[in-house]
C-alpha cells in the first residue's frame, strides 16, 4: 500500500512559479513510478509528467515541456513538480499517482495507476 499527499498548490500570476510536492508513506518508494496529471473544470484529466522506478527517466506532456521538471528524492519518499512560466492554461487541480508495475508505454494512462493523491489546485490568472 502507498499513501501520496499532495502540497504545493496555490493562486500565482501568468509568468510565475510554483513548486508541487507528492509525500509517499510506504515502503520500496523507489519501485514506483510517479506521474502528475491535472484536470480542469469541464474537462478530462490529462497527463503532465511522470518519473520512471528506479533508474528515474523522465516523460512530459508537450505543452509543459521546458517548463516543468519533474523529480525524485528515494530518501525523503517525495516527487517534486517545479512549475515555472505557468500560463492560465496551467489552471487545474493537480494529482500525483504512483504505481509499480506500469510499463513504459502506459506511463500517460491515469488508469494504470493504482494509487492517487487527493490534489492540490493550481490557478494562473492572467
Known amino acids: 500500500q502507498l499513501q501520496l499527499v499532495e502540497s504545493g498548490g496555490g493562486f500565482v500570476q501568468a509568468g510565475g512559479s510554483l513548486r508541487l510536492s507528492c509525500a509517499a508513506s510506504?515502503?520500496?518508494?523507489?519501485?514506483?513510478?510517479v506521474a502528475w496529471f491535472r484536470q480542469a473544470p469541464g474537462k478530462e484529466r490529462e497527463f503532465v509528467a511522470a518519473?520512471?522506478?528506479?533508474?528515474?527517466?523522465?516523460f512530459y506532456e508537450d505543452s509543459v515541456k521546458g517548463r516543468f521538471i519533474i523529480s525524485r528524492d528515494n530518501v525523503k519518499n517525495t516527487v517534486v513538480l517545479q512549475m515555472n512560466s505557468l500560463i492560465p492554461e496551467d489552471t487545474a487541480a493537480y494529482y500525483c499517482?504512483?504505481?509499480?508495475?506500469?510499463?513504459?508505454?502506459?506511463?500517460?494512462?491515469?488508469?494504470?495507476?493504482?494509487?492517487w493523491g487527493q490534489g492540490t489546485q493550481v490557478t494562473v490568472s492572467s
Open positions: 510506504g515502503r520500496a518508494f523507489r519501485t514506483y513510478t
Open positions: 499517482a504512483a504505481d509499480s508495475r506500469l510499463i513504459l508505454s502506459s506511463i500517460r494512462r491515469s488508469d494504470q495507476y493504482d494509487y
Open positions: 518519473i520512471f522506478r528506479n533508474g528515474g527517466s523522465t
